[in-house]
Structure formats: structure tokens, C-alpha cells
């Protein structure tokens, strides 16, 4: 029986370590909709991280990633690992809805395995901001591995580099040739490559083009760490025929094994947390001090200056930045900066 | 900074291989801004149910045409009460003869959405059980 962290710990806490899944779900939207009282379970729950292999999975929409993902749960299953999956899907721009469909593919069930679909409800990146912090809370609820699916598009292919200890790269036969593959940069994210798909023509030439570029660019360092040594496999996938299933598996844990050997999951983890950092600093930059400094008088003379053209936009820039970086700059802000927000009271159990 | 947002699960079960009406109503909810996530053909109740407390859904949708809705139904409305998740509102749609509609209000269906309903009194019905559902929680 894992600890479950002794009676200091507040019920949900508990209940969260203890794996319940009605809490861990509450949690994650509470996350989702930045919920104040989160703050405080997260805090509780934080020691517990570090035991989770957090696995990315990027590719082109349509790739079959969440195809791979369910064939892979099941191979993990076996070793009775328990699994936790995050499906990120797009929503709309505009009205902030979305179908997410990923999880129609993933059509398991197990007492090990929690599928969760997340919209990216329009943040940057296409991984929403609240990823880090739903990461820990799987974490420590006690998942060894948690699978990341990407939108499959843009930023998010190369944000999942932040939050993942290792990336699956999902390609197709047929999507073009060696100079495609050296523009399209996936290349660089990759640290293990499936050609999925592998029972349609054109597969072989596909990963050997890729085995090749691999070879050609195999990176003696990544972000900075030094990963000499490491070329990443390439695999050929079917999850129609059940054909590579396993050496998927195996690609994945030698990664991890790797990775852990030079000691550098400590590296991932680190990257992790910068980015996590940089995130939560920007929201309270946000919502601290540039939503009240945009109420200020000189914010709006200074607007009203650029729009009539009386001013260009590169002095009113430093004129503000002069202003935030006087002495006295948060004194001379309004004091109202909490922005009206749904859900504000406490969601009771 | 988002606020909440409703998230919805759109859910097919038994032995019922027709799902246009299930899908125009899960994009005609996702158009009003909620989350919709859908089970995909020939669910379960048991099924159903997991995915929605994994999902933290506030509202399930269950679409049929069998004729069986007497029996799936009410399974769900007993399997979410079984798993202390009966705080989620449940309405359905498709063919369901109108005699019935008293019965399924009677077990906790929130409503039922005949062939040929507005799609915007569905998405309004939607978040009127959703706020129901706040006022619920907050008051346990």
C-alpha cells in the first residue's frame, strides 16, 4: 500500500493520493477553471510528485495518435502499471466550445488506467497553462506513467518538450520526402519515432528515410543537456494489424532508462518546473499589474496619444515601462484588481 | 482566465447503430461553448457512467432510437446514484414515444428532446441544469 500521506493531510488530499477518482476528476476542473481553493491542495499534494513518467505524443491530426495511445495502454496494462492519459483537444476561438473526441478512440477500461479529456480552450501553445499543475495532481495521485496527446498542430508540438520526460513523434507513411522531413522540425523533438500506419505502402521508405535523418542529426545535446550518445529508434507501427506494439513499449522505457542512467530526468523535471514557473508569473503579472495598470491615467493618455498618432507606439512603451520601474510603481495602482469570475465560491463535496 | 466551463458528455448505448442525431447535437453544444465529449456507438451503462466521473461531466445526453430507452436509462440514473455521481443531470433524445416522457421525469431525467427540437432549447436547457447543478454543490 502506497502512503497515503498521514492524517496532516487535508480529506481531498488524501482522497487524491488515494487515487479516487471523483476527486481527482473535481480536481482537475477545479485546475481547469483556476479555482483559488486549488492552490492550497496543490501545495499539500506537490511532495508527493516525482514518481510519474510523463510521455508525449505529437504528430499530424489525423496520425492515429490516439489509436496508438489506446493499443500502448494496453501493453502497459500487462506490467500493471497504472496509467493516466490526457487527451488535449482544440476548442474554438470564438465560442469556446469544442467537441473532444480523442477519448472515442480509447475505448478501455481498467482500475489502473484514468482517461481525461482536456480542452485547450484557446491558450497559447494549445496546451492550456494549467497543464503543469494537472501533471502534479496525476503525479501524485500516484500514476507511473502519464500519456500527453497533443492537438497534433502549431505550438504544442513544441511545448510538449517542456512537460514531457520523453516525446513520441507519430508520422505516416507518404508525407513526403527527406527535405519535408528536415523542414517540418519534428526532428528535433522526437526521442522516438513511430511510422504508424506501416501496413500501407510507402512505409519502409519512410522510416528509413527518418532513420536516416536521425543518424544525420542526432543531437549531442538537448536544450542544453548533453544526450550524446542517444539516437532515437524508429518504429513501424500498425495499430490495425497489432504489428510494433511492443518495441513501442520498449523504445519508450529504454528512453526513460536513458534518460535516468545520465541522470537526466532531474533535467526534464527542472525544465518543467521553468516553464511552470514563467507561467504563473505571467498570470500574476497579469492579473497584479498589467490589468490594473491598463485603469491608470497614464496608460490611457498615452492609448489615446498612439491612436491619434500624436505619439508612436516605441516611446509610449518605454514611457510605461519608465513608470513601472519607479520606485513607488505598485503604490500608484488602483487598488479593485480582482477581475470578476465564475464559479468564485468554493465547489463544497 | 477562464471561468467554469459546462462539459457535457453525449453518450450512445446498447445496440443502436445510428449517431447523426448524437453528433449535430454534440456540435450544436460545443457551438454554444461547452465541452462536449462523446462515448462513441454501443456503450454500456457501466461504460457511460465511468466516463463520466472521469470526465467530471456536469450533464449527460443519451441519445436512442432502439426503443430501449426504459431499460439503459434508468440503469444510468442507478449506476450514477450507486457511484455518488447523481448530481450530474441527465436528459436524453431521439424516438422515445411521448408516454414515456412522464415515466423518465419521474426516474430524474432533467428532459427529453423529441425529433425535430431546437437545437438552441437544448443548449439553453443545458445550462439551466448546469446551473442547477452549481446551486447543488454548493449547498451539500
Sequence with gaps: ?????????????????????R??????????????????LLRELYPFTGGARVIGFTGAPGAGKSSVIHELIR?????????????????????????????????????HLYIRSFGARG??????????????????????????????????????????????????PNQGDDIQMLKAGILEIGDVFIVNKCELPGADAAAAELTKMTHLFAKGERDGD??????????????REKIGLPELL?????????????????????????????????RVWQNKVLAPFKATPLWQSLSEDVSAARLDPWTAGERLWEAITAADF?????????????RSKPRKE | MSGGKIRVLIAKVGLDGHDVGAKVVA??????????????????????????????????????????????????????KENKADDIGVFCGGVIPVEDITELKKIGVKDVFLTGSNMKDVAARAREIYAERQELRHAR
Design chain 1, 250 to 282: 520498449n523504445g519508450i522505457e529504454e528512453c526513460l532508462h536513458y534518460l535516468e542512467d545520465n541522470d537526466l530526468l532531474r533535467a526534464s523535471r527542472r525544465r518543467r518546473v521553468e516553464q511552470d514557473l514563467s507561467h504563473t508569473l505571467s
Design chain 1, 23 to 40: 476527486t481527482i476528476s473535481r480536481g482537475i476542473s477545479g485546475i481547469e477553471n483556476g479555482d483559488e481553493e486549488m492552490r492550497d
Design chain 2, 27 to 80: 456540435r450544436g453544444l460545443a457551438d454554444a461553448g461547452m465541452e462536449v465529449i462523446y462515448t462513441g456507438l454501443r456503450q454500456t451503462p457501466q461504460t457511460v457512467v465511468k466516463i463520466a466521473v472521469q470526465e467530471d461531466v456536469d450533464i449527460i445526453g443519451i441519445s436512442l432510437l432502439s426503443g430501449s430507452h426504459m431499460v439503459f436509462i434508468p440503469e444510468v440514473i442507478r449506476l450514477l
Design chain 1, 1 to 21: 500500500m502506497r502512503d497515503e500521506g498521514g492524517p496532516t493531510l487535508s480529506a481531498k488530499a488524501r482522497a487524491i493520493r488515494a487515487g479516487d477518482v
Design chain 1, 123 to 172: 491558450r497559447l501553445g494549445g496546451l492550456s497553462d494549467s497543464c503543469g499543475q494537472v501533471l502534479s495532481l496525476l503525479d501524485a495521485a500516484g500514476f507511473e506513467r502519464i500519456f500527453v496527446e497533443t492537438v497534433g498542430a502549431g505550438q504544442s508540438e513544441i511545448e510538449i518538450r517542456y512537460y514531457a520526460d520523453t516525446v513520441v513523434v507519430v508520422a505516416n
Design chain 1, 75 to 111: 501493453e502497459y496494462l500487462r506490467f500493471g502499471l497504472r496509467i493516466a492519459v490526457l487527451a488535449v483537444d482544440p476548442t474554438s476561438e470564438f465560442t469556446g466550445g469544442g467537441v473532444l473526441g480523442d477519448r472515442i478512440r480509447m475505448p478501455v477500461f481498467h482500475d
Design chain 1, 330 to 342: 505598485i503604490t500608484t495602482l488602483p487598488q479593485k484588481t480582482t477581475l470578476p469570475k465564475k
Design chain 1, 226 to 239: 548533453q544526450i550524446a550518445g542517444y539516437i532515437p529508434p524508429v518504429i513501424k507501427v500498425s495499430t
